[in-house]
């Protein structure tokens, strides 16, 4: 047995009895074959497995797995796990007590694997009461660009970071909503590794460099959604991007039908994206090959098979800020605008847009009780189906109106720092991803707060006074 192992092994007894603890795990790697070694915050069991040969398997065979008992480890772990397939490495987050941090990260050998993983695994009962959580995991390595300038094309901007970043892949530019000569002042940087992409973001840090003389937005681009193949061998409906705004859903479905009249069942246009459904699914991948490209109204069209969200496996890692539209329940592009962050100032009121036309905000609303007599009726209705005089919070006035423009719910991502002080500051970014004009589509206001309510009302507010 490796020293390391033994080091590994012992370096964790401190909440069941250290030579139970040691004796466990060294049993696992003597039955198993696989080493052990602890460094940086987290254990790694494998990696490769005992007579591994080549390289590492590909994105998408590693899965993650939250809400583990503290005191479990990998001898409990890894027999749960071998239940799916073969592990090319497990990963265990821990604390300097000894105990594990409550998540860990399982690598498999095949896609297949990891995906049965989250398929049987997912909510398993891992001991009495306690259910873990199990969902795909997936270095990042896509990088959005903020605040590009517009008239920017693709080949400029790819040059550009390759100018100045190493492992560019390729850069993903979208045509601005209005102007399809014009880009929409953001682009995705895909680089070949998580690695590479990690060393760009610190290499792009705003204030080192400014590409055009621009002072450029960076961070992690939100994490696409992976969904299993058996679930994609169903889908028929398509994601059709870079309509015009005139577009009509009438004009859509006829242009989508020239190539088999008939096969279409209805489209749902949101800006300058729809979803277009179709009878059978054979006539919706025909449909995709035969429309990828083609020219509507003067733009040219992208048409891609729509990802439905896969509810079972909601529960998931927390990202730096999912988006996903969730029109229909299907996935589509993230959609992330630049903009100049302004300041927040207090209004006497708050005045929105519903359906392109202005409102007032929500006025006082009269806050009283009043007692459920016997026999009284209850009908249950939508929240979206009331008026804004029954809506008292900015959060929820904002949720209401993103419904009323067809737009999916607010995301608030939470950030925070440190006062002078030593007082845990706070501060939501809101991102609404199905904004496809010319405005931003995040918001985030330039006022920390103490508690966790008043920020995400300061940031609903602040949203509300934007759009």
Known sequence: MHEENKAAANGCGKIRSGAQNGAALLALMEKTGYSMVQQNGQRKFGGPPPGWEGPPPPRGCEVFVGKIPRDMYEDELVPVFERAGKIYELRLMMEFSGENRGYAFVMYTTKEEAQLAIKILNNYEIRPGKFIGVCVSLDNCRLFIGAIPKDKKKEEILNEMKKVTEGVVDVIVYPNATDKTKNRGFAFVEYESHRAAAMARRRLIPGTFQPWGHTIQVDWADPEKVVDEETMQRVKVLYVRNLMISTTEDKIKAEFNKFKPGVVERVKKLR???????FHREDAVAAMSVMNGKCIDGASI???????????????QHFNGQISPSSENLLGFPNKEDGT?????????????????????????????????????????????????????????????????????????????????GKTLLVYKVLISSIADDSQSYFMPEKLCTTVEDAKELAAQFTLLHL
């Open 302 to 316: 992208e048409v891609t098979l729509a990802k439905p969200v896969n509810k079972e496996s909601s529960w998931k």
């Open 341 to 421: 962050q302004k300041s927040l100032g207090k209004p006497a009121s708050l005045s929105v847009r519903l359906n392109g036309q202005h409102s007032p905000g929500p006025p006082e609303v009269e806050r009283s009780t009043y007692p459920i007599f016997p026999g009284i009726k209850l009908t249950p209705i939508s929240m979206y189906s009331l008026k804004l005089s029954h809506f008292s919070s900015a959060v929820m006035h904002l949720d209401y109106f993103c419904h009323k423009n067809s737009w999916a719910p607010p995301e608030y991502c939470l950030y925070s720092t440190t006062s002078q002080d």
């Open 272 to 278: 300058d994206y729809a979803f277009v459904h179709f």
